[in-house]
Protein backbone atom coordinates (compact mmCIF):
# COMPACT_ATOMS: atom_id res chain seq x y z
CA UNK A 1 0.00 0.00 0.00
CA UNK A 2 1.35 3.87 -0.95
CA UNK A 3 1.06 6.74 1.39
CA UNK A 4 1.85 9.61 -0.83
CA UNK A 5 2.30 12.66 1.45
CA UNK A 6 2.69 15.23 -0.95
CA UNK A 7 1.02 18.33 -1.31
CA UNK A 8 0.47 20.26 -4.13
CA UNK A 9 1.31 24.07 -2.75
CA UNK A 10 2.41 25.53 -0.21
CA UNK A 11 -1.24 27.33 0.50
CA UNK A 12 -3.08 24.12 0.84
CA UNK A 13 0.13 22.72 2.72
CA UNK A 14 -0.86 25.48 5.88
CA UNK A 15 -4.42 26.15 5.00
CA UNK A 16 -5.79 24.76 8.41
CA UNK A 17 -3.14 26.34 10.60
CA UNK A 18 -5.10 28.44 12.97
CA UNK A 19 -5.06 31.21 15.12
CA UNK A 20 -3.08 30.31 18.39
CA UNK A 21 -1.35 27.47 17.17
CA UNK A 22 1.91 26.05 18.15
CA UNK A 23 4.56 25.65 15.55
CA UNK A 24 7.60 24.06 16.23
CA UNK A 25 9.97 25.62 13.19
CA UNK A 26 13.34 24.03 12.06
CA UNK A 27 16.54 26.17 10.37
CA UNK A 28 20.25 26.86 12.61
CA UNK A 29 20.41 30.79 11.87
CA UNK A 30 19.62 30.90 7.94
CA UNK A 31 20.41 27.40 7.42
CA UNK A 32 17.17 25.04 6.63
CA UNK A 33 14.74 27.91 6.73
CA UNK A 34 11.30 26.55 5.44
CA UNK A 35 10.75 30.50 3.96
CA UNK A 36 8.12 28.88 1.12
CA UNK A 37 6.05 27.20 3.55
CA UNK A 38 6.39 30.70 6.30
CA UNK A 39 5.47 33.29 3.41
CA UNK A 40 2.44 30.69 2.61
CA UNK A 41 1.25 31.09 6.41
CA UNK A 42 2.00 34.99 5.91
CA UNK A 43 -0.38 35.31 3.40
CA UNK A 44 -2.96 32.45 5.21
CA UNK A 45 -3.44 35.14 8.00
CA UNK A 46 -3.02 32.97 11.23
CA UNK A 47 -1.96 35.12 14.18
CA UNK A 48 -1.11 35.02 17.56
CA UNK A 49 0.85 32.60 16.43
CA UNK A 50 3.51 30.87 19.52
CA UNK A 51 6.53 29.55 17.65
CA UNK A 52 9.73 27.22 19.34
CA UNK A 53 12.77 27.69 17.02
CA UNK A 54 16.05 28.46 17.76
CA UNK A 55 16.32 32.05 16.75
CA UNK A 56 13.68 34.31 14.31
CA UNK A 57 15.87 34.63 11.34
CA UNK A 58 16.37 38.42 10.34
CA UNK A 59 15.09 41.25 9.61
CA UNK A 60 12.96 40.45 6.40
CA UNK A 61 13.62 36.85 5.87
CA UNK A 62 12.39 33.72 7.90
CA UNK A 63 10.60 34.08 10.41
CA UNK A 64 11.30 37.44 10.49
CA UNK A 65 8.36 38.16 7.84
CA UNK A 66 5.87 36.53 10.11
CA UNK A 67 7.41 39.01 13.18
CA UNK A 68 7.09 42.17 10.99
CA UNK A 69 3.95 41.37 10.58
CA UNK A 70 3.00 41.07 13.75
CA UNK A 71 1.92 37.51 13.79
CA UNK A 72 3.79 35.90 16.25
CA UNK A 73 3.02 36.12 20.23
CA UNK A 74 5.30 34.75 22.01
CA UNK A 75 9.13 33.21 20.76
CA UNK A 76 10.64 29.94 22.57
CA UNK A 77 14.30 31.12 21.17
CA UNK A 78 18.09 30.32 22.28
CA UNK A 79 19.43 32.88 19.89
CA UNK A 80 17.23 36.39 19.58
CA UNK A 81 20.55 38.31 17.81
CA UNK A 82 20.80 39.75 14.35
CA UNK A 83 17.03 41.00 14.02
CA UNK A 84 16.46 44.60 15.03
CA UNK A 85 12.96 44.12 14.78
CA UNK A 86 13.10 41.42 17.34
CA UNK A 87 14.15 43.24 20.00
CA UNK A 88 12.14 46.19 19.58
CA UNK A 89 9.14 44.15 19.97
CA UNK A 90 10.00 41.81 22.95
CA UNK A 91 12.09 45.33 24.53
CA UNK A 92 8.67 47.39 23.71
CA UNK A 93 5.93 44.58 24.90
CA UNK A 94 4.67 43.37 21.81
CA UNK A 95 6.67 39.90 21.96
CA UNK A 96 6.50 37.84 24.81
CA UNK A 97 10.11 35.55 24.70
CA UNK A 98 11.35 32.21 26.37
CA UNK A 99 14.86 32.11 26.11
CA UNK A 100 15.91 28.53 26.28
CA UNK A 101 19.69 27.00 26.23
CA UNK A 102 20.78 26.07 23.34
CA UNK A 103 20.78 22.44 23.52
CA UNK A 104 18.23 21.93 25.96
CA UNK A 105 15.84 23.52 23.10
CA UNK A 106 16.88 20.38 20.50
CA UNK A 107 16.38 18.24 23.53
CA UNK A 108 13.40 19.96 24.45
CA UNK A 109 11.51 19.38 20.85
CA UNK A 110 13.11 15.99 20.34
CA UNK A 111 11.78 14.76 23.77
CA UNK A 112 8.30 16.20 22.87
CA UNK A 113 8.75 14.20 19.54
CA UNK A 114 9.53 11.17 21.02
CA UNK A 115 6.50 11.32 23.98
CA UNK A 116 8.75 12.30 26.84
CA UNK A 117 6.85 14.88 29.35
CA UNK A 118 9.77 16.52 30.91
CA UNK A 119 13.81 15.17 31.92
CA UNK A 120 16.22 16.97 33.51
CA UNK A 121 19.85 18.77 32.61
CA UNK A 122 22.63 20.02 34.19
CA UNK A 123 22.46 23.40 31.55
CA UNK A 124 21.20 26.82 33.36
CA UNK A 125 21.92 24.77 37.35
CA UNK A 126 22.98 27.69 39.45
CA UNK A 127 21.52 30.60 37.18
CA UNK A 128 18.31 32.40 36.46
CA UNK A 129 17.63 29.74 33.72
CA UNK A 130 16.72 27.48 36.80
CA UNK A 131 16.82 30.23 39.64
CA UNK A 132 14.04 32.00 37.57
CA UNK A 133 14.26 35.68 37.30
CA UNK A 134 14.79 35.71 33.21
CA UNK A 135 12.18 38.60 31.54
CA UNK A 136 9.63 37.11 29.65
CA UNK A 137 7.17 40.44 28.89
CA UNK A 138 7.70 43.83 29.51
CA UNK A 139 5.41 46.62 28.89
CA UNK A 140 5.64 49.97 26.21
CA UNK A 141 7.71 51.66 28.90
CA UNK A 142 10.34 48.86 29.20
CA UNK A 143 9.68 47.84 32.62
CA UNK A 144 9.33 44.39 33.54
CA UNK A 145 5.44 42.77 33.51
CA UNK A 146 6.54 38.71 33.62
CA UNK A 147 9.75 36.68 34.71
CA UNK A 148 10.42 33.30 34.57
CA UNK A 149 9.71 31.08 37.49
CA UNK A 150 12.42 28.99 38.84
CA UNK A 151 12.41 25.11 37.97
CA UNK A 152 12.64 21.90 39.98
CA UNK A 153 16.20 21.12 40.44
CA UNK A 154 16.74 17.72 42.24
CA UNK A 155 20.15 16.09 42.89
CA UNK A 156 21.35 13.36 40.53
CA UNK A 157 24.66 11.13 40.60
CA UNK A 158 26.35 12.96 37.41
CA UNK A 159 28.91 10.52 34.94
CA UNK A 160 31.92 11.86 37.14
CA UNK A 161 30.36 9.86 40.15
CA UNK A 162 29.51 13.36 42.22
CA UNK A 163 25.95 14.18 43.39
CA UNK A 164 25.00 17.15 41.71
CA UNK A 165 21.64 19.33 41.06
CA UNK A 166 19.72 18.84 37.65
CA UNK A 167 16.81 21.23 36.31
CA UNK A 168 13.62 19.76 35.21
CA UNK A 169 12.73 21.13 31.56
CA UNK A 170 9.38 20.29 30.20
CA UNK A 171 9.46 19.32 26.53
CA UNK A 172 7.82 20.88 23.65
CA UNK A 173 4.99 19.58 21.66
CA UNK A 174 3.55 21.84 19.06
CA UNK A 175 0.43 21.53 16.97
CA UNK A 176 2.56 22.11 13.88
CA UNK A 177 6.23 22.29 12.85
CA UNK A 178 7.50 23.75 9.77
CA UNK A 179 10.90 22.08 8.51
CA UNK A 180 13.38 22.74 4.60
CA UNK A 181 15.09 19.51 3.81
CA UNK A 182 16.83 19.01 0.55
CA UNK A 183 15.74 15.93 -0.78
CA UNK A 184 12.48 13.66 0.39
CA UNK A 185 10.04 10.69 -1.06
CA UNK A 186 6.27 10.95 -1.29
CA UNK A 187 6.75 8.89 2.22
CA UNK A 188 7.85 11.68 3.97
CA UNK A 189 11.76 10.36 4.64
CA UNK A 190 13.94 13.22 4.84
CA UNK A 191 17.90 14.02 4.14
CA UNK A 192 19.03 17.35 5.50
CA UNK A 193 22.35 19.22 4.19
CA UNK A 194 24.76 19.91 6.22
CA UNK A 195 23.86 22.84 8.76
CA UNK A 196 19.68 22.76 8.35
CA UNK A 197 20.25 19.29 10.21
CA UNK A 198 20.73 21.14 13.27
CA UNK A 199 17.45 21.33 14.87
CA UNK A 200 14.94 20.42 11.53
CA UNK A 201 14.99 17.05 12.66
CA UNK A 202 14.04 17.37 16.54
CA UNK A 203 11.63 20.25 15.31
CA UNK A 204 9.92 17.96 12.63
CA UNK A 205 9.27 15.22 15.50
CA UNK A 206 7.44 17.76 18.33
CA UNK A 207 4.27 18.56 15.68
CA UNK A 208 1.71 17.38 15.69
CA UNK A 209 1.51 17.66 12.08
CA UNK A 210 4.86 18.01 10.36
CA UNK A 211 4.94 19.71 7.26
CA UNK A 212 8.06 19.59 5.04
CA UNK A 213 9.24 21.87 2.24
CA UNK A 214 12.35 19.56 0.21
CA UNK A 215 14.47 20.81 -2.94
CA UNK A 216 14.26 17.35 -4.33
CA UNK A 217 11.22 14.85 -4.27
CA UNK A 218 11.38 11.92 -5.55
CA UNK A 219 9.89 8.31 -5.31
CA UNK A 220 9.98 5.90 -2.32
CA UNK A 221 12.89 3.86 -2.67
CA UNK A 222 15.34 6.17 -4.18
CA UNK A 223 16.80 7.18 -1.24
CA UNK A 224 19.18 4.94 0.16
CA UNK A 225 17.76 3.98 4.07
CA UNK A 226 20.53 4.62 5.74
CA UNK A 227 21.12 7.77 4.37
CA UNK A 228 17.22 9.00 5.93
CA UNK A 229 17.93 11.76 8.64
CA UNK A 230 14.49 11.87 9.81
CA UNK A 231 12.02 9.12 8.76
CA UNK A 232 8.33 9.60 7.19
CA UNK A 233 6.56 8.70 10.18
CA UNK A 234 6.84 11.90 11.94
CA UNK A 235 5.82 13.64 8.62
CA UNK A 236 2.76 14.51 7.58
CA UNK A 237 2.59 16.79 4.08
CA UNK A 238 5.45 17.14 2.07
CA UNK A 239 6.23 19.46 -0.54
CA UNK A 240 8.88 20.18 -3.39
CA UNK A 241 10.09 23.42 -3.98
CA UNK A 242 12.79 23.13 -6.19
CA UNK A 243 17.06 23.73 -5.93
CA UNK A 244 16.81 27.40 -6.86
CA UNK A 245 15.21 29.22 -4.13
CA UNK A 246 17.03 31.61 -2.68
CA UNK A 247 19.65 31.02 0.32
CA UNK A 248 20.87 33.95 2.12
CA UNK A 249 23.88 34.30 4.33
CA UNK A 250 23.68 35.64 7.28
CA UNK A 251 27.18 37.28 7.85
CA UNK A 252 29.87 36.78 4.78
CA UNK A 253 33.17 36.86 5.73
CA UNK A 254 35.49 37.10 3.41
CA UNK A 255 39.78 37.44 3.14
CA UNK A 256 42.40 39.17 1.07
CA UNK A 257 43.90 36.59 -0.84
CA UNK A 258 47.22 35.86 0.24
CA UNK A 259 49.13 37.38 -2.91
CA UNK A 260 47.31 40.56 -2.27
CA UNK A 261 48.24 40.64 1.38
CA UNK A 262 51.99 39.98 0.52
CA UNK A 263 51.53 43.09 -2.21
CA UNK A 264 50.27 45.21 0.38
Known sequence: ?????????????????????????GGFGLSGNPIQIIEALLEQGATDLTI?????????????????????????????????????????GELELELVPQGTLAEKLRAGGAGIPAFYTRAGVGTPVADGGIPTKYDAQGNILEESGPKEVRPFRSPDGQTVGYALEESIMADF???????GDRHGNLVFNQAARQFSPPAAMAGRICIAQVEELVEPGQIDPDAVHLPGIYVHRILEVGAEIDK???????????KEEEAS
Open 177 to 183: SLVHAAR
Open 248 to 258: PIEKRTVRTPA
Open 1 to 25: MSVDKSVASAEEAVADIPDGASLAV
Open 52 to 92: ASNNAGVDGWGLGKLLESGRIRKMISSYVGENKEFARQYLE
